[in-house]
């Protein structure tokens, strides 16, 4: 009798994931619980921060028409960088059902208010128990490394992971090279760097496997990633610093990027690792 291989159960810890998003479904008229959508989607934890919903494609558009930007035709100079960010419904979620979410605390280093900003990170981490920080580097056109020391020197003080959104050119904004981030890692050793979509295009791909390979305190999240390029970064640096994650309900549904790391044919164990115990040993969480 032939019998048919059961597909191996994989724990999954989503470290890129969002309170809200397009993505998320609807049941009676109103959006879906996120823990609902995590036991849909197969999922055990995730690292939750909240969204930016000023950021869209229509207001980006309108602004750029408009063309009334202080620095040029740049839609992100203006109120869209500008837009406060509600951490609030992330601590209600994280306090609800913290067996299911960590939260990470998406930060504006270039904060026209400094003291307020950090006092409201350090209340996120310290009050809050957020056990990441993100930066989303085309909203608020971070500079890397010029515009982190502080933030690097907090995360460090701390012992939490920092998350860069990695970023091409974009409008009047010079972008985030992986390979910005060589130097960055190298002078803050202790900092654990997430580079956020390193593999979202090929030659990011590439550059973030150089990176990788020389610095070993950056990790790779594999959120929107080439497939091909989620192969080359196993390849290049291991499994080690490999990191699952979907950027969903904002960009699309975790199924999707849970099946990138499927496809890869490598033994269980690492497999697992990257799916749900790298990123559980980076935001100390233990089962």
């Known amino acids: 009798m032939m019998t048919t291989e059961q597909p191996t159960k994989y724990r999954i810890f989503d470290c890129h994931f969002h309170v809200r998003g397009i993505f998320l479904p609807k049941e009676n008229g109103s959006r879906m619980q996120l823990v609902k959508y995590l036991d849909r989607c197969g999922i055990d934890k995730a690292v939750v921060t909240t969204l930016n919903e000023d950021a869209n494609m229509k207001n980006i558009v309108q602004s750029f028409i408009a063309g009334t930007s202080r620095q040029g035709i740049d839609p992100m100079t203006e109120g ?37 900003a950090y006092r409201d990170l350090e209340r996120a981490i310290d009050d809050w128990d957020f056990r990441m920080v993100k930066i989303q580097s085309a909203i608020h056109q971070t500079r890397v490394p010029e515009d982190l020391d502080r933030l690097a020197e907090f995360c460090v003080s701390r012992d939490i992971p920092l998350f860069i959104h990695l970023c091409s050119p974009f409008f009047t904004f010079r ?87 499927n496809w890869l044919e490598i033994p269980i164990e690492e497999k697992q690792a990257i799916f749900y115990d790298n990123i559980a040993k980076l935001v100390k969480v233990e089962d």
């Open 80 to 116: 869209i960088k500008n837009t406060p960010l509600d951490h609030e419904p992330v601590r209600r979620l994280v306090k609800e059902h913290p067996d299911r979410f960590v939260g990470a605390y998406w930060f504006n280093p270039n904060d026209a208010n400094q003291e307020k």
């Open 175 to 261: 972008g985030v090279s992986p390979l910005d981030t060589i130097p960055f890692a190298k002078q803050y050793k202790k900092l654990k760097i997430i580079l956020g979509h390193f593999a979202h295009c090929m030659e990011a791909c590439m550059q973030s496997c150089v990176a990788a390979t020389l610095r070993s305190n950056l990790y790779l999240d594999t959120s929107l990633g080439v497939p091909y390029g989620i192969f080359v970064g196993y390849k290049a640096i291991g499994w080690q610093r490999m990191i699952y994650g979907s950027d969903s309900p904002a960009a699309g549904n975790p199924t999707i990027e849970i099946e990138k790391v």
